[in-house]
């Protein structure tokens, strides 16, 4: 029907319509789509086009149209749609200019009367105004025609009264308007329609922001007399205006309190404060006496938001004075409290405040008044803003170097009184006195030390190699040393301390020193001074300009101090002996960097960075690292006679032998010193282990694979000694350098957390002893206690007999204080075993996270090791211990650190280990132990259990056998034909016995075939198939001879897939060419054909599975014996394939059908069509009756409803309902959602009943189905199927 209406509409000579034209373009008309899109970009493409449309066709019929279209748009019901068509209308405007302002602003106030239109559209009619105006408002000619302007505003202050639905759209509407129009305009045409919201300006925070606009656009025409007139007062900021200005921000604040931000009228007020020169005024009473005496909320967080965007404005007197002031009082309060979770914190809106205001202020005064303001504001003497500040990165060079000697200042005299230091009202009562002052110093000391280290950690500060000297000697001194007197040479003796630092605040700086040394370990050169450098060279890191390691320029600085004893005092002295060694440690170094000098290398380096780093960790802990000095000399000593004695003349093998026992000394100094808790020792370690690669032995990698052995655990855990340092209650999963800033802000939050809510704390901790001990209880009965506890009350004849249930009336109350007592000491002994059995555990559970730790780190050995020397004999004996570790973390319960552990030893084991392109290719005289060791991988993969584990046994496996073949020669000696010599290079296996290896990989494809639960899988051996082709040709007749005879259908039909990958490898085509290929393709097709003639009827996916890999493998060898013309009789093979239709049921498509006829068509048979069915169906649809509207099943009727629905469907079925039987074909989905509805409507019983249909009912009675489907509404079901029907 619709086809003959389009025809009528193209060939019926009908009249022509006002838009007749615009039919004929359907791209013009789709502007109009594109406009109302939800897509920001095909809008804006929209309008373009539509401007360019307009302009290049130039018909005032279109244009017409376009204007008409354009003003319906402004109060489309989509939201997205209105900007789009408000935007084009707009341009248009802009772009014709022969088109009248005034007729458009009459067209949108006819179009969208508020008082013509149907009430439920008056809102898209408010919105259809606004859009108008905001659309004459971007033409740009607004300010040509006054009347124009006039309408707009009287227009945007009807659309104010309907807030709730404009909300403050039309005021920011007409501020936009008032700065564009000319002043002449404003003060003939629109001062006097706005007289009413400038005299009420006091009233809303739009109409004061409206005024405020009026008054910085034209300050002729609102002079101090016309505001007089018109709010009684020649100036806005005065005593009289304030509370009228405390309460319209107060509606300001509460105004967006969801949005977050700042209100615009806010800040428009401050501006004229400052240019009223009333600031002071305003700040004083309207916002500290105004605003910060509500309740904190949103007011408080206006006065927050104030302060940082009025930073920019500020002079610095003024900076000053606010940022010392009740708003930063309460803003410290806001931060401390806010970090609780689930509540809102302002803090990182005033990050942004502070790093936009430095980032665009070149002041360094002010930047350092800013910085000083905020580093002053303290709780408990602890800064509010973090340690780690990043936006120090945007401070001028000036006031960085303020700022820094500002901290200083403060570490050696901490002034109390000169910072803003406030405590909440629990932290009041906790201290008081002498310990309250001690304790907020060295709170403030300890946050400087880790501000001052983190303005070096963080590369983004320019700062100048002046600045990062001065300040690591300036922690480094106070570290490990205290002034006596003041010296010129060292000017860290002339600042005198206030108060002596204490031993707390000493661990910090000794923390933060070693993290110090880290950081400047990884710092790049300046810009500066690599300028000059060439692009191509290595990036340099650690060094200062002149190439000379910071840590070195350190280590002289400790030099200096320790030569000056009269003026300089050590905390922790050296003895001679420790003295001798940090002398000949400066001498060792010396040596190093002279030999350097004639031939720059790594290995050089790497031994200076470890002495001058051991020497540096003397002051921390000098008893513990004395010996590993002395060893670490002695052992450098040996190794440079060695090289020059081998520079000279190589001795005998046996001679050399004996030497490298310094290597093994060194690995042990490197474990000692991996054990020390600092990520900067791990580094130079590995630094220094790279170097020595070339050098290890297999005893010094044997010390390295003890430690990670996992079976000595439990033999001896005293082999092992993780030291820890500092607080016991550290966890050494991280670094403490690295961690230092982090710790102490973690430290300081928890402090103000606790000064908030301390006494929930405490509940807290009280339950979850209670609950601990509770858990023990339960856990096991002490019997002990038990006795014990029978014993006191027997004593006090407290225990109820047969005789006597009510014990406790017999005892006095003298008894009752005896027995108390006792029971109280009793469960107070109780409870402190318990405590000490749980710090028992704490302690050996602490141990081992050590230990694990260590190993972590004990693991880079290894790494490093199999990266620099892959193709090291030693490798080879890597393989069995990490491949334990990896056994042993698979079959245990770990932790998440244990996971670490074992991730990171699998890592190398498969990508450093097994993957590498580099590998030991001199096995020499161990071709028997490697021989053994293959066997012995292999059994051991078929032994286990988890097949995870078994695919690194397999690949270890593979990885010898790689070794023991090692490389082809790379170029024989007699030039044979190309494919001959590739054959011989694919036959190539070096050391390998080939026989002996392929009875160990075919018992192993054997075990994998015949057992039911095998940890091997068939990836395992396609993998290697692909690596070792001779090894494939030895195991294919297993394979092939297990097509058949495979434990289940699983393993028979990843024998195919075996034998398919196999046949598919070029490499094994051409090892097995002629008569041997031909022979290979027969086994194949006749196990296919004995595997097929198993199967009997069956549905089960696994022989389904099955089926569809023998069919790959068939599909295969029957295309490539066509194609290869082979002498093979295939006829067995294709009667069982004919025959497999009636085994398996195929469906239509599939990729097991799909595959079975794709194999039937090598043999000429093709698969059927099925389009006759297609055709009798639609045959038998083509003269069904229309069924009529009321149609009522026959069920349904009152005369039928006691006969039994079998019959009455099996009546119809036969009589009146064949046109519906003959549907049936269309309806399988409407009877699909029937069944799976059915449910829902109740099946209380299974027997059949008039308002339950059978399912032969179903299938031949579709219509009485679907005049079922209305009455099932209410179980939430059938009410789309009765729309379907209609």
């Not at 709170?443 to 190699?465: E, F, G, M, T």
């Not at 060439?534 to 030099?559: C, E, F, N, P, S």
Request: one cysteine or more; aromatic letters at 6%; glycine letters at 4%.
């Amino acid at each position: 029907m619709s086809v003959e209406m389009v025809e009528l509409t193209v060939k019926a000579p009908e009249p022509v319509r006002p838009t007749g034209i615009l039919q004929q373009n359907r791209v013009f008309l789709d502007f109009f789509w594109d406009l109302a899109k939800p897509d920001q970009d095909v809008r804006l493409k929209a309008v373009e086009n539509l401007i360019q449309y307009l302009k290049n066709s130039n018909k005032a019929d279109e244009r017409e149209y376009a204007l008409k279209r354009l003003v319906e748009g402004l109060a489309h019901t989509r939201e997205t749609a209105r900007p789009g068509f408000s935007l084009a209308l707009g341009q248009v405007l802009n772009a014709f200019e022969d088109i009248s302002l005034q007729s458009i602003f009459d067209r949108i106030k006819e179009k969208h009367n508020l008082q013509a239109v149907k009430k439920k559209l008056v809102r898209n009619a408010m919105f259809g105004n606004l859009f108008g105006v905001l659309a004459l408002h971007q033409s740009g000619r607004l300010s040509k025609e006054p009347q124009v302007v006039l309408g707009c505003v009287q227009l945007l202050q009807s659309l104010s009264q309907h807030r709730q639905h404009v909300k403050d759209l039309p005021t920011k509407t007409m501020m936009d308007i008032l700065t564009e129009i000319p002043e002449d305009v404003f003060e003939e045409v629109l001062l006097g329609a706005l007289q009413t919201d400038l005299v009420s300006a006091f009233r809303t925070p739009e109409q004061l922001q409206l005024l405020l606009v009026a008054l910085q656009r034209f300050p002729q025409t609102l002079k101090p007399k016309k505001l007089k007139k018109l709010l009684g007062s020649s100036t806005i900021m005065n005593t009289d205006n304030i509370p009228k200005l405390t309460e319209v921000l107060k509606m300001a604040a509460r105004s967006v309190k969801k949005e977050c931000v700042l209100p615009a009228v806010v800040l428009d007020l401050l501006k004229l404060s400052l240019k009223e020169d009333s600031f002071q005024l305003f700040w004083n009473k309207a916002i500290i006496n105004g605003l910060l005496k509500e309740q904190p909320g949103p007011t408080h967080y206006l006065c927050f938001r104030l302060l940082g965007s009025a930073l920019p404005f500020l002079s610095v007197s003024q900076l000053k004075e606010v940022l010392s002031g009740e708003v930063m009082m309460h803003y410290g309060e806001h931060v401390v409290s806010a970090q609780k979770p689930d509540r809102f914190k302002l803090a990182p809106e005033m990050d942004v405040y502070v790093s936009d205001f430095l980032q665009g202020c070149q002041d360094s005064d002010k930047q350092l008044a800013v910085m000083v303001g905020f580093s002053s504001l303290t709780n408990q003497g602890y800064p509010v803003v973090p340690s780690v500040w990043r936006v120090v990165q945007h401070l001028q060079p000036a006031a960085l170097q303020n700022y820094v000697e500002w901290l200083k200042s403060m570490f050696l005299q901490p002034q109390l009184d000169k910072l803003l230091d406030f405590s909440t009202h629990k932290q009041k009562d906790r201290r008081e006195g002498q310990e309250q002052r001690e304790n907020s110093i060295f709170r403030l000391r300890k946050w400087i030390v880790a501000r001052l280290a983190s303005i070096i950690d963080i590369h983004q500060v320019k700062k100048p190699a002046s600045l990062i000297m001065d300040v690591a000697r300036f922690v480094f001194f106070h570290a490990f040393f205290s002034a006596k007197k003041a010296s010129a040479d060292i000017a860290e003796t002339k600042g005198k301390l206030s108060v002596p630092v204490d031993d707390k605040t000493r661990g910090v700086l000794v923390n933060s020193f070693f993290g110090l040394l880290l950081s400047m370990h990884h710092m790049p050169l300046n810009e500066d001074s690599s300028e000059g450098a060439a692009v191509t060279q290595k990036r340099a890191l650690g060094v200062t300009a002149d190439g000379i390691m910071w840590i070195y320029h350190l280590v002289q600085y400790a030099q200096v101090l320790l030569n000056q004893p009269k003026n300089v005092q050590s905390t922790q002295p050296f003895s001679p002996e420790q003295r001798q060694a940090w002398d000949s440690m400066l001498e060792s170094v010396a040596n190093l960097k002279r030999k350097a000098k004639k031939g720059q290398s790594a290995e050089s380096s790497a031994f200076q960075q470890l002495f001058l780093l051991v020497g540096m960790h003397l002051f921390k802990a000098p008893e513990e690292l004395l010996d590993i000095m002395k060893d670490l000399q002695s052992c450098v000593d040996k190794a440079q006679e060695k090289k020059a004695k081998k520079n000279k003349k190589k001795k005998a093998p046996a001679q050399e032998e004996e030497e490298p026992e310094w290597v093994e000394v060194m690995v042990d100094i490197l474990l000692s010193l991996l054990s020390q808790p600092s990520r900067h020792m791990r580094q130079v370690c590995k630094t220094v282990f790279s170097s020595i690669c070339p050098h290890v032995t297999a005893a010094a990698l044997t010390a390295i694979l003890d430690v990670l052995d996992p079976e000595r655990d439990d033999e001896d855990d005293s082999a092992v000694i993780v030291t820890e340092d500092g607080d016991p209650n550290r966890t050494q999963n991280k670094e403490p350098e690295d961690e230092d800033d982090e710790e102490e802000d973690e430290e300081m939050m928890d402090d103000k957390s606790d000064g908030t809510d301390d006494n929930s704390d405490e509940d807290e901790d009280d339950e979850a002893m209670e609950e601990e001990e509770e858990e023990v209880m339960e856990g096991e009965v002490d019997l002990n206690f038990r006795m014990e506890l029978m014993k006191v009350l027997q004593q006090q004849n407290a225990l109820a007999t047969e005789e006597d249930c009510s014990s406790d009336e017999d005892l006095d109350d003298e008894a009752m204080m005896k027995l108390d007592q006792s029971l109280s000491a009793l469960f107070s002994e109780q409870k402190k075993k318990t405590q000490a059995k749980k710090d028992e555990k704490t302690k050996l559970q602490k141990e081992k996270t050590l230990v694990r730790d260590f190993k972590i780190k004990v693991l880079d050995l290894v790494e490093v090791f199999l990266a620099r020397q892959a193709g090291s004999p030693h490798v080879l004996g890597l393989v069995e211990p990490l491949l334990n570790i990896i056994d042993r973390g698979m079959s245990s319960d770990s932790d998440q650190q244990e996971q670490d552990f074992l991730r990171r030893a699998a890592d190398i084991f498969r990508n450093q280990l097994c993957r590498s392109k580099v590998y030991c290719r001199t096995v020499g005289d161990r071709q028997g132990e490697l021989h053994d060791l293959l066997e012995k991988l292999a059994t051991k993969a078929q032994k286990l259990s988890d097949s995870s584990v078994c695919l690194y046994y397999f690949s270890a496996s593979l990885y010898v056998v790689k070794v023991l073949r090692g490389a082809p020669p790379a170029e024989p000696k007699i030039k044979q034909a190309g494919e001959k010599a590739e054959v011989d290079e694919l036959r190539y296996m070096g050391n390998v016995d080939v026989n002996r290896v392929s009875i160990i990989f075919r018992e192993a494809l054997t075990s994998f075939m015949m057992r039911r639960k095998s940890p091997l899988t068939a990836q395992m051996f396609t993998d290697m198939f692909t690596r070792f082709p001779v090894l494939c040709v030895n195991l294919l007749d297993t394979a092939v001879q297990h097509i058949t005879s495979g434990v289940r259908d699983h393993q028979q039909g990843q024998a195919c897939v075996l034998v398919l990958r196999a046949m598919q490898s070029r490499e094994v085509q051409q090892l097995l060419s002629g008569a041997q290929w031909t022979e290979l393709c027969m086994k194949v097709t006749g196990q296919l054909a004995a595997s097929l003639q198993q199967l009997g009827p069956t549905e089960s996916k696994v022989v389904k599975e099955k089926v569809l890999k023998t069919l790959e493998l068939c599909q295969f060898t029957v295309k490539l014996i066509h194609q290869q013309k082979l002498s093979v009789d295939l006829e067995p093979l294709q009667k069982v394939l004919q025959s497999l239709t009636s085994i398996i049921t195929f469906k239509k498509t599939g990729k097991l059908e799909d595959t079975y006829w794709a194999v039937m068509k090598h043999f000429g048979v093709m698969k059927p069509k099925v389009e006759k069915t297609k055709s009798d169906n639609k045959a038998n649809q083509a003269p069904a009756p229309k069924k009529k509207k009321g149609f009522l099943p026959e069920s349904k009727k009152r005369k039928k409803r006691n006969k039994p629905i079998l019959e009455t469907a099996a009546d119809h079925s036969t009589a009146t309902d064949t046109p519906g039987a003959d549907k049936g074909q269309s309806n399988k989905k409407h009877e699909k959602k029937t069944k799976q509805k059915r449910p829902a409507v109740g099946a209380a019983t299974s027997q059949p009943s008039p308002a339950k249909k059978s399912k032969a009912q179903s299938e031949n009675q579709p219509a009485k189905k679907k005049k079922k489907k209305p009455k099932q509404k209410k179980g939430g079901g059938g009410g789309g199927g009765g729309g379907g029907q209609m």
